[in-house]
């Protein structure tokens, strides 16, 4: 079954030099107060004598550079070694600007996350699974005593570790590009999974409902939040594996 693996402090270190050496590309994750951004950039330099890594990142958006982490924020990192992803966080000890691009230097990472990519491929749930999701638009912190939030429902279509697609009745006021929070319950009796999403897509379909793709964010940079990612990864197992079990079956009838 899928489940995330903490690598030795010396295969850490391999990997992230060998990325370094290579200039791998990589996604920067980082909790704004206007939310979540994802940012793609590459290793520059860096090894664990120094206990720092430099990493260049490119801005595309207008005033992008207003949202990048501070010195002594938290970011999480993640990049693809053949068939595995890797996940690391670290904290940022200083930001530079380029034409185009911001510098940012990290701690050296005290650990290294692995996962399957198999874990990333999007799996529906069994047949018959009925699996209800509860979503909610995050607000910054100067506004998290502004009204209540409004809590939509949906049901889910498909996930995988990286993010999820549910169909919900009414798609109204839901905002492209901004954070959600999303709950649900894999099944009956177990306690819910918590994540944090950015809204990617939304699709109409018919009688006014609309599907939405969700791409989760964050679940590298806490010890809880890649918990949850364990327990998500094991989700998305059991539900390859039980399409995996019927498929086997139809062919056998």
Same mark, same amino acid.
């Given at each position: 079954?899928?489940?995330?693996?903490?690598?030795?402090?010396?295969?850490?270190?391999q990997?992230?030099?060998?990325?370094?050496q290579?200039?791998?590309?990589?996604?920067?994750?980082?909790?704004?107060d206007?939310?979540?951004?994802? +940012?793609?950039?590459?290793?520059?330099?860096g090894?664990?004598s120094? !206990?720092?890594m430099?990493? &260049?990142? =490119?801005?595309? *958006?207008?005033?992008?550079s207003?949202?990048?982490?501070?010195e002594?924020?938290t970011?999480g990192?993640?990049?693809?070694?053949?068939h595995?992803?890797?996940?690391f966080?670290?904290?940022v000890?200083?930001l530079?600007?380029?034409?185009?691009?911001?510098?940012?230097?990290?701690?050296?990472?005290?650990?290294l996350?692995?996962?399957?990519?198999?874990a990333y491929?999007?799996a529906?749930?069994?047949?018959g699974?009925i699996?209800?999701?509860? +979503?909610?638009?995050?607000?910054?912190?100067?506004?998290?005593?502004? !009204?209540?939030?409004?809590? &939509?429902h =949906?049901?889910? *279509?498909?996930?995988?570790?990286?993010?999820m697609r549910?169909?919900v009745?009414?798609p109204?006021?839901?905002?492209?590009?901004?954070?959600?929070r999303c709950?649900?319950?894999?099944?009956?009796?177990?306690?819910?999974?918590?994540?944090d999403?950015?809204?990617r897509?939304?699709?109409a379909v018919?009688?006014?409902?609309?599907?939405?793709?969700?791409?989760f964010?964050?679940?590298?940079?806490t010890?809880e939040k890649v918990?949850?990612?364990?327990?998500?990864?094991k989700?998305v197992?059991?539900?390859?594996q039980?399409?995996?079990?019927?498929? &086997?079956?139809?062919?056998?009838?």
């Amino acid at each position: 079954m899928s489940t995330t693996k903490l690598v030795t402090a010396e295969q850490q270190d391999q990997v992230l030099l060998d990325s370094i050496q290579q200039q791998r590309q990589l996604v920067v994750t980082y909790n704004s107060d206007a939310g979540w951004r994802t +940012f793609k950039g590459c290793f520059v330099m860096g090894s664990p004598s120094s !206990g720092e890594m430099v990493l &260049r990142l =490119g801005l595309t *958006e207008p005033n992008v550079s207003t949202l990048l982490p501070g010195e002594g924020e938290t970011v999480g990192g993640a990049f693809r070694l053949g068939h595995k992803k890797c996940m690391f966080r670290c904290q940022v000890r200083s930001l530079g600007q380029q034409a185009g691009a911001a510098v940012l230097t990290v701690t050296w990472p005290d650990g290294l996350q692995q996962l399957q990519r198999r874990a990333y491929e999007r799996a529906e749930p069994p047949a018959g699974t009925i699996v209800a999701v509860r +979503f909610w638009k995050e607000v910054a912190p100067s506004d998290a005593g502004i !009204g209540a939030r409004d809590v &939509r429902h =949906g049901q889910l *279509e498909n996930i995988s570790c990286g993010g999820m697609r549910i169909k919900v009745a009414d798609p109204h006021d839901v905002e492209l590009a901004a954070t959600y929070r999303c709950v649900f319950a894999p099944s009956q009796g177990k306690p819910s999974i918590v994540l944090d999403a950015i809204l990617r897509h939304r699709e109409a379909v018919d009688q006014g409902r609309a599907s939405l793709g969700f791409q989760f964010v964050g679940l590298e940079t806490t010890p809880e939040k890649v918990r949850t990612l364990d327990r998500l990864a094991k989700l998305v197992s059991h539900f390859q594996q039980a399409r995996s079990r019927k498929a &086997r079956k139809h062919v056998r009838a």
